[in-house]
């Protein structure tokens, strides 16, 4: 069955940098589309980032462009998301997930505190 297991979260000053990490399976990974969405407490699900299949070009949410960066190993089924320049804002619950959308994962907690 479809699976995401988030890791890489952690708490974080503001100004630092963080690497999630998303693997994937039961199904053909290279095939899709991949997302990265955040919900921070009291608030909606929010997408941040998504990358295509090879070649496809990366985006973004305002919020989050020119600090964060999607990546993606198709021989290791996993999405990547480099964090940088970290805000309190940025605090949250992480997920990723597929285009199409399969079953949410535990996601990865990020805390951005002083």
């Known amino acids: 069955q479809v699976q995401f297991v988030e890791s890489g979260g952690g708490l974080v000053q503001p100004g630092g940098s963080l690497r999630l990490s998303c693997a994937a399976s039961?199904?053909?990974?290279?095939?899709?589309?991949m997302y990265w969405y955040r919900q921070a407490p009291g608030k909606e699900r929010e997408l941040v980032a998504g990358?295509?299949?090879?070649?496809?070009?990366?985006n973004y949410a305002d919020s989050v462009k020119g600090r964060f960066t999607i990546s993606r190993d198709n021989d290791k089924n996993t999405v990547y998301l480099q964090m940088n320049s970290l805000k309190p804002e940025d605090t949250a619950v992480y997920y990723c997930?597929?285009?199409?959308?399969?079953?949410w994962g535990q996601g990865t907690q990020v805390t951005v505190s002083s």
């Open positions: 997930n597929r285009e199409g959308l399969g079953p």
């Open positions: 039961g199904f053909i990974f290279r095939f899709y589309d």
């Open positions: 990358i295509g299949t090879p070649g496809g070009r990366p």
